[in-house]
């Protein structure tokens, strides 16, 4: 399929990595610059699309940088969210085989329903901030993105696992710390699965961040992965849910938002 010939064709661009970091650190230093500038100048919240030419090496030709910029209010909801096996069906739990397949053989799934809870939250909490935290290579960064778009899931910047590095072990909990560092004023719904372990570092955070995490959702993905209840010991059971159906997780979050008052009012 499209996305996984694109995924193999990063994946055989790998021996360039080296290059492409260098060249990769070049423009995050330029698009910084680039986004200073444009909050010195525009308001604090909204979607923008910047370009910006940045400068090739000797005889290589100007890279030109695109992105589009979603500027965060201090305060509202956010939503942290893992992909495989949360969002795309990638089947982590049955073993490499099954990921090798799923990755590039076959074409990307969605798990059935996600798409609108996620759009659910968009829609009803104004100003929601979406961020996707994974273990996934930087290699799958573009199929992601594209893939994520035509799903229908809201643009989020993707925090992707380095390919080596001594901080690959503790990746996906120190991209979430660093996520709700940034933004201190905003509430968080943390979104997993079982497959892996995110129950165990999802609960971590919950009690290391007290009041900022507003609900740990976790995914059910097999009969044979369920979560140990123990795991949220301590933690109020209303704070977390474990699911296989997210439209119950839906129904509920509606309720208890219309409960709180935070749905918006119809015009």
């Given at each position: 399929?499209?996305?996984?010939?694109?995924?193999?064709?990063?994946?055989?661009?790998?021996a360039g990595a080296d290059r492409r970091e260098e060249a990769a650190l070049q423009a995050e230093d330029e698009m910084e610059a680039l986004m200073a500038g444009y909050l010195s100048s525009h308001g604090p919240d909204g979607d923008d699309e910047e370009e910006e030419a940045l400068p090739g090496g000797q005889g290589q030709d100007r890279l030109v940088a695109k992105a589009l910029v979603r500027l965060v209010e201090d305060s509202g909801l956010g939503v942290i969210s893992d992909i495989d096996d949360t969002v795309k069906v990638t089947e982590v739990f049955l073993g490499k085989d099954a990921v090798v397949r799923n990755t590039f053989f076959e074409e990307f799934r969605a798990v059935q329903g996600m798409a609108d809870l996620f759009s659910t939250w968009a829609e009803n909490a104004?100003?929601?901030?979406?961020?996707?935290?994974s273990n996934s290579p930087p290699e799958l960064l573009e199929p992601l993105r594209a893939?994520?778009?035509e799903e229908g899931f809201p643009d989020a910047p993707l925090h992707l696992r380095p390919l080596k590095g001594k901080d690959r072990a503790t990746h996906k909990p120190?991209?979430?710390?660093?996520i709700l560092e940034r933004f201190p004023g905003?509430?968080?719904?943390?979104?997993?699965?079982?497959?892996?372990?995110?129950?165990?570092i999802y609960a971590s955070i919950y009690r290391r961040y007290p009041g900022r995490v507003e609900k740990v959702l976790i995914r059910e993905v097999d009969a044979s992965r369920r979560v140990d209840p123990s795991v949220f010991e301590g933690i109020p059971e209303s704070a977390w849910q474990v699911f296989t159906d997210?439209?119950?997780?839906?129904?509920?979050w509606l309720a208890a938002a219309a409960a709180a008052g935070r749905l918006p009012k119809p015009p």
């Open positions: 399929g499209t996305a996984a010939a694109a995924v193999a064709m990063g994946w055989r661009c790998a104004p100003g929601t901030s979406f961020h996707f935290v893939w994520l778009r120190r991209s979430i710390e660093q905003r509430r968080f719904v943390l979104v997993g699965d079982s497959g892996e372990g995110d129950a165990e997210p439209a119950a997780v839906k129904r509920a």
